[in-house]
């Protein structure tokens, strides 16, 4: 069974079609990208996944249980994390205060300082800042904010849009560096990504949407090497 069973999912913004009817799954342990041009229906797909957005019909099922209709907070209690384009901290606050609100639904208080451990492990430059205000970061170093607030939920899954977006070649890499981390680690990837050569490059399986359909899905490798796919969204 995956982790992650998406059926026939329609998106609707008013009587225009965002999602025609997509169909896909992720696995436990995988980390899947999910590729397209721009107004392809990525961040819309990440949205209702997530109990942003409403679903016109079809299903989504996470873990065998239904959650089409889940509100988003407790989609979040179930194991879900989004971590969403833009990055979206919260600037007048601590990187510190920014952590801890990604575990606003745990209760665990010496989990909680686990994780929170863990997390600076993982990101040594967010535990030098804890008490500097989030505003004032890079880039680069907000997106790491977004993630370690992400994973202080302790998910199951973790949904990412566009970590890449706006960074310095050399944040890229070490946002990609993170991922490939934390899918080692036991987290399932969700990966949504404009970058598609570095998506493709660090994904098990890939799927590519086109104007609110699934085109082309397959094996991250084998897409990485298709001529149409390099043509199309490579710039090979």
């Known amino acids: 069974m995956a982790m992650l069973q998406v059926t026939d999912l329609k998106v609707n913004y008013g009587v225009i079609p965002a999602l025609k009817g997509i169909s896909f799954e992720v696995n436990q342990g995988e980390v899947i990208a999910l590729i397209g041009a721009n107004g392809a229906g990525k961040t819309t797909t990440l949205h209702t996944l997530t109990g942003l957005i409403q679903a016109a019909s079809g299903k989504i099922e996470f873990e065998g249980k239904d959650i089409t209709r889940t509100p988003a907070h407790k989609i979040v209690t179930m194991g879900m994390a989004h971590v969403p384009e833009g990055r979206h901290v919260f600037p007048d606050m601590t990187v510190y205060q920014n952590l801890m609100l990604g575990a606003f639904t745990r ?66 890499n070490e946002i990609f560096d993170i991922i490939e981390k934390v899918s080692s680690e036991g987290v399932t990837v969700l990966l949504v990504e404009q970058n598609a050569k570095k998506a493709l490059t660090i994904a098990d399986r890939a799927y590519v949407l086109e104007t609110g359909t699934i085109s082309t899905s397959g094996r991250a490798s084998d897409l990485l090497h298709d001529d149409a796919i390099r043509k199309a969204y490579l710039g090979e």
């Open 107 to 172: 209760r665990d208080k010496a989990e909680i300082s686990a994780n929170l451990e863990m997390v600076y492990g993982r990101f040594p430059r967010l535990k030098e800042r804890a008490r500097q205000v989030a505003g004032t970061l890079s880039g680069g170093e907000q997106q790491m904010l977004a993630m370690g607030r992400a994973l202080m939920s302790n998910p199951k899954i973790i949904l990412m849009d566009e970590p890449s977006m706006g960074l310095s070649p050399i944040y890229v």
